[in-house]
Each structure stands twice: as structure tokens, then as C-alpha cells.
């Protein structure tokens, strides 16, 4: 951006000088270098208020380089700035549209895992439920258990 700026400014000085040395003796608008320094400005910003205007053939094409290069050097340089802009502007909505999502989506999984966890029939080893440790286990209970898995496997 720098560099397209000092190009830009080498072209105003430079194309001002010319302007002013061919147009000095047949243009009565441009009679000194500020002169041809401000139609150099009007020209290289594409403005063209029309107050100065070369008169030669030669100042003419010189005028012509000035406008395509004030193009080149000031316009272009907007457009990429304001794509530039665009793309922040469209980065931040996307990071937003990411952030609202993001909490749904948590606890939609999280909702999901407890529901798994939770079923009777879950291989999870997950530890949903209070762990109780058994400090006491009657036999009789133990007999039957023992009972039902021999009538499971008969």
C-alpha cells in the first residue's frame, strides 16, 4: 500500500513537471509548477474539474498517461481497501453465526449422552448414575441371581 502510495506521488511530481514544461509557453492556465501541480492532483485523483486542461498534443497524451496511472495508483488501491473491509466485516458475522450455534450444539450433545447413559440397556461404562457401594449382599439374593442365570443359559 506504501509502495502504490510513493508511485502514485513519483507520478504526480513527475507528470506535473512535464505538464508544466511542455504547456508553460502555450497555456495560460498552467504558468508556474503549482499550477501544473494542481492540475497533476485533479488529474491523478480523476477528479477533472476542467479549470486546466493541456492544449498541446504532447500535454494532451502526458494527460492521458496522468489519468490511466491516477487510476492505477488512487482508485485501485480504494477498491482493494474496501474488499478488504467486505471480507472483515463477513469473517466477524461468520464468527458470530459460529458462536450461536455452538452452545445448541453443546448441550444437544450433552442431553444425547445422558439419555445413552442413563438407558438400562447402555454398554456405557460411564458412571451417570450414583455409584452406591454395596456393603452387604444377603445370600439369599446371591442364591437367586446364581438361579436366573443357570435358567438363562438352560
Same mark, same amino acid.
Given at each position: 500500500?506504501?509502495?502504490?502510495?510513493? !508511485?502514485?506521488?513519483?507520478?504526480?511530481?513527475?507528470?506535473?513537471?512535464?505538464?508544466?514544461?511542455?504547456?508553460?509557453?502555450?497555456?495560460?492556465?498552467? =504558468?508556474?509548477?503549482?499550477?501544473?501541480? $494542481? $492540475? %497533476?492532483?485533479?488529474?491523478?485523483?480523476?477528479?477533472?474539474?476542467?479549470?486546466?486542461?493541456?492544449?498541446? $498534443?504532447? %500535454?494532451?497524451?502526458?494527460?492521458?498517461?496522468?489519468?490511466?496511472?491516477? !487510476?492505477?495508483?488512487?482508485?485501485?488501491?480504494? %477498491? !482493494?481497501?474496501?474488499?478488504?473491509?467486505?471480507?472483515?466485516? =463477513? &469473517? =466477524? &458475522?461468520? &464468527?458470530?453465526?459460529? !458462536?450461536? *450455534?455452538?452452545?445448541?450444539?453443546?448441550?444437544?450433545? =450433552?442431553?444425547?449422552?445422558?439419555?445413552?447413559?442413563?438407558?438400562?440397556?447402555?454398554?456405557?461404562?460411564?458412571? $451417570?448414575?450414583?455409584? *452406591?457401594? &454395596?456393603?452387604?449382599?444377603?445370600?439369599?439374593?446371591?442364591?437367586?441371581?446364581?438361579?436366573?442365570?443357570?435358567?438363562?443359559?438352560?
Amino acid at each position: 500500500m506504501f509502495t502504490t502510495m510513493y !508511485i502514485g506521488f513519483l507520478t504526480l511530481i513527475f507528470g506535473s513537471f512535464l505538464i508544466f514544461l511542455v504547456e508553460k509557453k502555450d497555456n495560460r492556465k498552467i =504558468q508556474s509548477f503549482a499550477d501544473a501541480l $494542481w $492540475w %497533476g492532483i485533479i488529474t491523478l485523483c480523476t477528479v477533472g474539474y476542467g479549470d486546466a486542461v493541456p492544449k498541446t $498534443w504532447i %500535454g494532451k497524451i502526458i494527460a492521458a498517461f496522468c489519468a490511466i496511472a491516477g !487510476i492505477s495508483f488512487f482508485a485501485l488501491p480504494a %477498491g !482493494i481497501l474496501g474488499s478488504g473491509f467486505a471480507l472483515k466485516v =463477513q &469473517q =466477524q &458475522q461468520r &464468527q458470530k453465526h459460529l !458462536i450461536r *450455534r455452538r452452545v445448541p450444539a453443546a448441550t444437544l450433545i =450433552q442431553c444425547m449422552w445422558r439419555c445413552y447413559a442413563a438407558d438400562k440397556k447402555s454398554t456405557s461404562v460411564a458412571t $451417570w448414575n450414583i455409584y *452406591r457401594p &454395596q456393603t452387604f449382599v444377603e445370600p439369599v439374593l446371591v442364591c437367586k441371581r446364581l438361579f436366573y442365570l443357570y435358567e438363562f443359559f438352560l
